[in-house]
């Protein structure tokens, strides 16, 4: 999924030509616009139900999950959360300079890309006898009624749409957000910053 914002193309005449009247103000209007868009997703991931699309739920309890992770040699936590810590690896980057800016709002890291791909496409896995010993150690030591059945053969973690519906969601608005914040740089009225007085960027490993 793609998510490359490149604002010209709707923007109206008059927009336009001051876009290219001040290549300067262009670029941080559009910075602060890949910044809301990370933020926006970032919030969606917390929600639970990025673009009013619910995540389906956890299919174990947290005591069991824990448990079951330190039988099989990890840590354990004590509650997990949908999608883990993926909300705090979409970050935003600017590209090109000038007028000729656009932004891209993306993963930060390879272990993000595979993660996040492979829990919003959902994923299945192969009861193997060394998850089943797991399995069962765990339902004995946390006496939960979760023992896994001698036919169940797979267990299917399932998809947890994000980013589309999320795209989905704030297509729409992207270009107004650009042109509030273009006239903010205009007249000088500062935008949202770092306490340093700049957008803080990211290196983006792959785009939405």
Known sequence: MEMKIVLKDDASPLLLAMIDRFPNVTRGAVKSTGYWMMRQ???GIASGAPGGEK???LALPNKFRQILEQVLGNKGKVRYKLMG??????KYKAVGSGKNTSVVVGW???SAVDLGEK???GFTRPVTPALRKAWDAAYQKSGMATRLPASKLTITTPGRPTIAPMKKATESKVMGVFEAKFKEYLFNV???TTSSGKLKQYPVLKEF
Do not use: M
């Open 55 to 57: 995540y389906a739920q």
């Open 190 to 192: 500062a935008p949202k």
């Open 41 to 43: 997703i970032q919030a």
């Open 85 to 90: 810590k993926l909300g705090q690896a979409v």
């Open 119 to 121: 829990l919003q496409d």
């Open 108 to 110: 930060t890291s390879k």
